[in-house]
Each structure stands twice: as C-alpha cells, then as structure tokens.
C-alpha cells in the first residue's frame, strides 16, 4: 500500500509542476499575444507606410488561439500520466480537430 501511495504522491507532484507551468504558460501567452496586438495597433495607428501593422495584429491573435491549445496539449499529458486513457484520447481528438481544421481551412 505504501507503495502505491508513493507513486500517487508523485503523480501529483508532478501533475502539479506541470499545472503551475502551464499557469505560467497562459498567462505569458496572454501577455505576448497583448503584446503583438498593441504593437500592431500603434503601427496602423501611426500610419507606418509598411504593412507590419497588419501583421502583428495577425501574430498576436495566432498566439492568442495557440494558448490554450497548448492547455490542452498539457492536460493530454496529465491525463496520460495518470492512467485515465479516455480523457487523453479525448483530449488527442480536440487537437487533432482543431488541427485538421486549420489544414483544412487554409485554403478559404
């Protein structure tokens, strides 16, 4: 029994590391992705002749939706790691999803 408590403890040591980072994570995300935008705004703002305005706001909404994509990504890790096969698979067919999506409408 006590070894089975261990390894429980260290799951979640470790599934708490890994909440703390992806904490971490998001609201850098966040920040970077505010960043980007108030970058862009300026530089339309300013009427900068270049076209960088555009994109940077573009940069900053693509590192907006990657964000909590990576979220997902993390809690399909923990998941694993805790032996609940169906929320990881769950969480595999969200970004798979979420990725044919983007390959599928990149065209449009």
């Keep these: ?12 040591r470790s599934v ?3 909440e703390l980072a992806v904490a971490h ?12 935008i108030a970058a862009g705004l300026a530089m339309i703002l300013l009427q900068v002749p270049v ?9 900053g909404i693509i590192a907006l939706i990657c964000t909590p994509l990576l ?8 998941y694993l790691r805790l032996g ?9 067919a969200v970004l798979l ?3 044919a999506g983007m390959l599928l409408g990149e065209g449009h």
């Design 71 to 78: 979220r997902v990504a993390a809690a399909m890790v923990i």
């Design 51 to 59: 076209d960088i305005g555009r994109q940077l706001i573009t940069a």
């Design 25 to 36: 994570l998001l609201r850098f995300g966040t920040a970077v992705s505010a960043a980007l």
């Design 97 to 99: 999803f979420v990725f």
């Design 1 to 12: 029994m006590d070894d089975r408590q261990n390894r429980e403890d260290r799951v979640a």
């Design 84 to 92: 609940d096969v169906v929320y990881g698979l769950i969480c595999t």
């Design 16 to 18: 708490e590391r890994v």
